[in-house]
């Protein structure tokens, strides 16, 4: 059989899937093919690019006067810095001409700005646990960002504001001296809550990271609690439970965590209890066998749950 | 109500929004408000720490030991002109959460022979228990390095100092630091209880 005819076929199973009719699929057919990519990615990848070359310029130009300059200089080089490019990445989002400007002006002012806040308690504090400082920084840098977010809802303030309000409940759970893994353990569930929000939101781009740093976050700290306890097996049902989240959630990026944790888990269990009386062959059989079906699994579960979705 | 309809449609992120905020509430109604009902540390804890002298100023050098229920140094000559580890003897009260050096002269014990047990004046009104928990049920634990967990370490909860202490259950009475020293593992050594006569050791070296 042809392309063309597997493509036809393809395309018929498709539209019969998706309740598709002639008439849309000619009226799609009919619209220009898309041959040239647009015009704004160039402009973006030269926003992009024009941001980190900026961004470069200003800190090797930090770098080869700090010396020289004194405490004012240094606060003013670096948090005034960060703060005229958020004011600058505000002012590109009231034309339309530079608002493709916004985002690296935004993520260069979420690392000048930050470094400014530290550097100033640095050069006129009375020295202490730096946590507080971060502490500090954070929660003003969460204020700005969450503000800006809520008056402008751009993705990348999202980002930003999501990021710091990780480090300030970071450094807030360090300073509290609460337990690192039910610390860890909450701090994944909340991202993994903020995540799948962002997944029914117009930020659903950055969902994927969230995801990724809840999920590490809660297995990670899950399995250093329950490891060498009566409970450990129980790390198979969380694993189990965060697969099935993926598909709740239509997350590939879940989905992948999840499976790998299993799989890790697998190996693990199969190294501590069978490694010394099956032997290591049967002991990577049995793995082997594990990240086939894992991965069987895992195949079929996106296309059934998530790629269709 | 705008509040409750926006919880109710974006319940998720509410909340993934109110999951660390409650955790930092109820670390802080657990353990907090317990300590401020706590009663302090009734008994003085002995512990040295170590500091280093370039050139020693006193012709021994000595560490502490709890001898039937009383502070005894063993003394040992310095070689003259090189530098050494010197004990400092320190003494921390609950009550008023502070930590005080205890001086003592190792120049009037006169000529005695290295490993030598010795009494000293400074110490000798001191009753000490030397168990691990004190009388009225407080634990010493030195400061150290601790470490939060991967993925926080990354957003900043990582490797920090944590402040030697007295524990008994939730109640935690932290040590003042001492010129930058959090009295560590490996610099400080734990003695005992100062007690009244009655209470002397339930255990002995």
Not at chain 1, 35 to 41: E, T
């Amino acid at each position: 059989m042809s392309n063309r005819e597997d493509a036809l076929q393809e395309i018929a199973a498709l539209a019969r899937h998706n309740n598709i009719t002639l008439e849309e699929i000619a009226t799609a057919l009919a619209a220009p093919a898309p041959g040239k990519p647009p015009a704004s990615l160039m402009s973006k990848l030269f926003a992009y690019f024009g941001g980190i070359l900026v961004f470069a310029g200003i800190c090797v130009f930090i770098g080869m006067q700090w010396d020289s300059m004194g405490k004012a200089a240094h606060v003013v080089i670096t948090l005034g810095t960060g703060f005229v490019l958020f004011l600058m990445a505000l002012a590109t989002l009231t034309d339309e001409r530079f608002v493709r400007a916004a985002t690296p002006l935004f993520l260069a002012s979420s690392l000048f700005e930050p470094t400014g806040i530290l550097v100033m308690l640095k050069e006129y504090g009375h020295g202490g646990d730096e946590r507080y400082g971060f502490l500090f920084m954070s929660l003003i840098m969460l204020i700005q960002h969450g503000t800006a977010l809520i008056a402008r809802g751009r993705t990348v303030l999202a980002f930003t504001a999501i990021t710091f309000g990780a480090i300030f409940f970071a450094t807030l759970f360090s300073l509290l001296e609460i337990s690192p893994n039910l610390a860890g353990t909450v701090f994944g569930a909340s991202l993994l809550c903020i995540a799948y929000a962002l997944t029914n939101s117009r930020h659903a781009a950055i969902a994927a990271f969230w995801y990724l740093v809840g999920s590490l976050s809660l297995l990670l700290s899950v399995f250093d609690a329950v490891r060498h306890t009566p409970y450990e097996v129980a790390y198979l049902g969380i694993s189990a439970f965060m697969i099935f989240l993926s598909t709740l959630a239509r997350s590939r990026t879940l989905l992948l965590v999840s499976t790998g944790s299993m799989l890790c888990y697998i190996g693990y269990f199969t190294e501590e209890h069978f490694a010394h009386t099956l032997g290591w062959p049967v002991s990577l059989i049995i793995c082997g066998l594990a990240l086939l079906g894992m991965g069987s699994l895992a195949m079929r579960l996106n296309n059934k749950y998530i790629k269709k979705g | 109500m705008p509040l409750k309809n926006f919880i109710k449609e974006n319940f998720v992120l509410v909340v993934g929004l109110a999951l660390p905020v409650l955790l930092v509430i109820g670390f802080l109604a657990a353990s907090i408000l317990p300590q401020s009902n706590a009663v302090p540390p009734q008994y003085e804890m002995l512990f040295t720490t170590t500091r280093y002298d370039q050139a020693s100023s006193t012709p021994y050098n000595a560490e502490f030991l709890v001898k039937h229920g009383r502070l005894v140094a063993r003394v040992w000559k310095n070689r003259p002109n090189t530098g050494s580890y010197a004990k400092k003897l320190m003494a921390y009260n609950g009550k008023t959460q502070s930590v005080r050096e205890i001086t003592y002269d190792l120049s009037k014990i006169g000529d005695v022979a290295d490993y030598t047990e010795v009494s000293l004046e400074e110490l000798s009104a001191l009753h000490v228990n030397n168990a691990t928990t004190s009388p009225d049920g407080y634990v010493f634990e030195t400061a150290g390095y601790h470490g939060g967990w991967p993925i926080t370490e990354i957003f900043g909860g990582g490797y920090h100092d944590r402040r030697a202490r007295l524990v008994k259950g939730s109640a935690v009475f932290k040590l003042p630091e001492n010129n930058g020293s959090l009295y560590n593992y490996y610099d400080t050594q734990f003695l005992g209880w100062v007690v009244p006569p009655q209470a002397e050791p339930a255990h002995e070296q």
